[in-house]
Structures are given as C-alpha cells and as structure tokens.
C-alpha cells in the first residue's frame, strides 16, 4: 500500500497505516479554526470532515477562497480516508492520549 502524507503546512511525515496519520495530524499540529463558523477542531482529516458533513459547498468557496476543484479534492479525500481507515479505533486511541 502506498504511504499515506501529511498534507498540512510543509510537514513531509509519512505513514503506512491512515490511522496513524490522522493520529500524527491530531497529535501535532495546532488545531484549525472553521472559517465558516468559527469551531475548532483538529486540522487534517478532522477539519476536512467538519467542513464537508457541516457546511455546504458554496459556504467552504466563500469562506476559503476555494474553487470547485479544491471542494471535489476534499470530499474525495475524505472518502478514500474513510473508506480505509478504522476510525472507531482512531477515536479510541486519541481518547487514551487525553
């Protein structure tokens, strides 16, 4: 399986397994304030989730200066992310951290 790369800011890390990535993403960076409407929340897969489930397309374009493309990139993103990762035990593990 292709490795999995951290795509926030200039980070570089990589990982085998998408779990740890989105743990490595929760653990490590800051947290990303939603432009829309101002919640916080863990940036990567996290922040993906929130803007694609809680706002609608033209809410992330206004608020992000995104296009289109940017919009489909994230909603792909975030289907190939949870159609292979076990987020029941990323929850799990992020909850034993704290």
């Known amino acids: 399986m292709a490795p ?9 890390t990589e990982t085998d397994a998408v779990e740890e990535l989105i743990h490595h993403q929760t653990t490590e960076h ?6 829309v409407c101002g919640t916080i929340v863990p940036d990567g897969y996290f922040a993906i989730r929130h803007a694609v489930e ?3 397309r033209a809410e992330y374009v206004r608020a992000y200066d995104a296009d289109s493309e ?8 975030k289907e190939k992310i949870e159609a292979e990762a076990d ?3 990323v929850v799990a593990d992020l ?3 704290n």
């Open 4 to 12: 999995w790369h951290c795509g926030i800011d200039d980070c570089g």
């Open 54 to 56: 809680e706002h609608t």
């Open 70 to 77: 940017a919009v489909r990139r994230r909603e792909e993103l």
């Open 30 to 35: 800051a947290k990303h304030e939603c432009q």
């Open 95 to 97: 909850d034993a951290v």
């Open 87 to 89: 987020l029941e035990s």
